[in-house]
């Protein structure tokens, strides 16, 4: 079955940086567009960052353009998010996910269990 596991996540200061990383296995990884997504305390799911199977596309949320870097590596079946610049707006628990295709905003169903991103002096 789909298993996505994140890590990276901490305690870091405004303008600090993080990358988390999510080992894929259940499934043909480097067949499968992927995203992060996160949510902030009391607040629904927000899409963050997709990318296509073979990493050649990648697409941000407007609020993290130019701070957020989205990668893989497909023969180590891991998505990586670098984070720089991080803002204490960007306080989440963060989640990889698998999603259907690229342009995927629907529900996400397969995602990790998360892992938590605080920026704060």
């Known amino acids: 079955q789909v298993q996505l596991v994140e890590s990276g996540g901490g305690l870091v200061q405004p303008g600090g940086s993080l990358r988390l990383s999510c080992a894929a296995s259940?499934?043909?990884?480097?067949?499968?567009?992927m995203s992060w997504v996160r949510q902030a305390p009391g607040k629904g799911l927000e899409w963050v960052s997709s990318?296509?199977?073979?990493?050649?596309?990648?697409n941000y949320v407007d609020s993290v353009k130019g701070r957020f870097t989205i990668s893989r590596d497909n023969p180590k079946n891991t998505l990586y998010l670098q984070m720089n610049d991080l803002k204490p707006e960007d306080t989440a628990v963060y989640y990889c996910?698998?999603?259907?295709?690229?342009?995927?905003?629907?529900?996400?169903?397969?995602r990790g269990q998360g892992t938590q991103v605080t920026v704060s002096s």
């Open positions: 259940g499934f043909t990884f480097y067949d499968s567009a």
């Open positions: 990318i296509s199977f073979a990493g050649g596309s990648t």
């Open positions: 996910a698998k999603i259907p295709n690229y342009y995927w905003r629907g529900s996400y169903d397969y």
